[in-house]
C-alpha cells in the first residue's frame, strides 16, 4: 500500500537570524505497509517519528528540503497526489491536539472530515455520532468545544474524525497519550479493526509494548534513521533475533523483561 524508499528531509534553522542552515532530521529511511496490517514506528523522542508522518502527508514547511521517494498504491506519491489524497486515501491522526478547529463543536470536527471524504450531510451526520459513541463522548463531549474538553477526550475526537474518512492508510502519531487504559485500549482495537478491514495503518509510538500488543511489524527509529524493522515475533525472548543493539536495548527496557542492561549497549555502532 505504501513504500518509501531512501527518504532523507532537512529543514531550516537559523543559527544568526540573517543566517540560514539545514539540519538533516531523516535519512535515507526505507520502509513499507501493507494494506491489512499494523506497522508500528517506534523510538525516543526526536527520532523524527512525527516528521515521517508529516512528509507522507504532505505536511512540510515550504522550505523543507526532501529526497527519496514515496509510493501510493503502486503510484507516486508527490506533492500534488499528497494534497489530493489527504483526508480522503490518506488520514492523520496528529500528536498534536491543536490540530483541532478551536470554534467548531467536536461532532461539527468530525462531520467536517466525513464529509470531506465524500458523505452525504445526512450520512456525515450519522457518521459522526456513531465515531463518537464508539469513543464513549457522550452528548456534552460532542458539543463541546476543544477548550472544554480534557486532553483524552480531545484525543478521541481526533481518532473518530480518521475513522470517518474511510482511508486506506491511517497514521495514528502517539494517539494513545495521555488516555487512560481502558480508553488507550479502545484506540489500539479500533487501529487493529481498521487493519482487518484491509486499511494500512502506521502506529507511531513511544511504547514498544502497544506497538508489539497490535502491530505486524515494527520499525526502530534513532536520531533520523531506521535502525531496524522486524516483524513483531522477532521481539522474544532476550531479543536475540534482532539485529541493531538498539532495538534489543528497547525491547530489554521493557519493565517486564527481567533483564539487567549491558551498560555498554548504547556504545556499540547500532547505526552502522
Ligand atoms: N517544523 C520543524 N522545523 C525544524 N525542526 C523540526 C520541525 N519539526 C520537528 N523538528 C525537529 O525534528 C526532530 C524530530 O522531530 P519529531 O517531532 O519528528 O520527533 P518525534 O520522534 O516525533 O518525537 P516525539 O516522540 O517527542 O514526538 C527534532 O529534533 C525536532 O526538533
Redesign the pocket.
Known sequence: MLRIEQLSLA???YPRFWRRRY?T?LNQLSLSVTAGSVHAIV????????????TIMGL??EDARSGGRCFFKGAALDERRKRALRGRELALIP?SLSALDPLARSQRQVGWAARRAGLSPAGAHQAACQALAHYQLDERACQAYPHELSGGMARRVLTAMAQVTQASLVIA??PTVGLDPLQRDRVLDALAALARQGKAVML?T?DLRHALSIAEHVTV?HE?HCVETAAAHMFHGTGQALQSAYARALWQALPDNAFTLDSGYMKEPYLA
Open positions: 529543514l531550516p534553522y539540519a532530521h523510538g525516543a523522542s526526536g527520532a523524527g517519528k512525527s516528521l515521517l508522518a508529516h512540510l514547511p500528536q502519531d502517539e507511531i513511544h527509529m533520523g
